[in-house]
T-cell receptor, first 112, second 112 residues
Framework: ELKVEQNPLFLSMQEGKNYTIYCNYS?????LYWYRQDPGKSLESLFVLLSNGAVKQEGRLMASLDTKARLSTLHITAAVHDLSATYFCAVDLFQGAQKLVFGQGTRLTINP | NAGVTQTPKFQVLKTGQSMTLQCAQD?????MYWYRQDPGMGLRLIYY???????DKGEVPNGYNVSRLNKREFSLRLESAAPSQTSVYFC???????????FGSGTRLTVV
């Protein structure tokens, strides 16, 4: 059974600081997603990581994937208040049919 | 706009009542999914349909049934609602494994 674990689950930080969210998963997969969710809203796709060593960046967010360690990271650089949201990683499990397994989510609060 | 449309957006049911959550996509996607989101648990897969005419159980199928009515529509039915089914339900779709997922805006269901 695939398990996806994020840490930390809650993160409160000040504007201008850097931090990293970690996503560990328990079985082989070559496709990992990061999503953002604002309160009461749907999921917004941030990154799709397709291979070992993949790195993608968008603004102050950078995601990476190490398939050998079964680890993905979402790094936040010089945080701003607008990045406050809940962030989810999700792993694509292809076993006969496609399934997406989510981590618990990291609630990020950025204080001025 | 093209995408995944869910109805209704909000619903309150009494214990034992039944209802159907509707989901439709206009992107000609092959696969469709139903997830539920509970606080602190991320999204969990209820049922999915890899292609028109097929459905399979996900992680938490008990108490639910689904129908893939046609390629566009995938409905989720609660035959006898229970308070434990209070949650936010998201429908998602995608073309196939090589593509990302598109999520609907969600249905917030409360069972009293």
């Amino acid at each position: 059974e695939l398990k996806v674990e994020q840490n930390p689950l809650f993160l409160s930080m000040q504007e201008g600081k850097n931090y990293t969210i970690y996503c560990n998963y328990s079985t082989t997969s070559d496709r990992l997603y990061w999503y953002r969710q604002d309160p009461g809203k749907s999921l917004e796709s941030l990154f799709v990581l397709l291979s070992n060593g993949a790195v993608k960046q968008e603004g102050r967010l950078m995601a990476s994937l190490d398939t050998k360690a079964r680890l993905s990271t979402l790094h936040i650089t010089a945080a701003v208040h607008d990045l406050s949201a809940t962030y989810f990683c999700a792993v694509d499990l292809f076993q006969g049919a496609q399934k997406l397994v989510f981590g618990q989510g990291t609630r990020l609060t950025i204080n001025p | 706009n093209a995408g995944v449309t869910q109805t209704p957006k909000f619903q309150v049911l009494k214990t034992g009542q039944s209802m159907t959550l509707q989901c439709a996509q206009d992107m000609n996607h092959n696969s469709m999914y139903w997830y539920r989101q509970d606080p602190g648990m991320g999204l969990r897969l209820i049922y999915y349909s890899a292609s028109e005419g097929t459905t399979d159980k996900g992680e938490v199928p008990n108490g639910y049934n689904v129908s893939r009515l046609n390629k566009r529509e995938f409905s989720l039915r609660l035959e006898s609602a229970a308070p434990s089914q209070t949650s936010v339900y998201f429908c998602a779709s995608r073309m196939d494994y090589t593509y990302g997922y598109t999520f609907g805006s969600g249905t917030r269901l409360t069972v009293v």
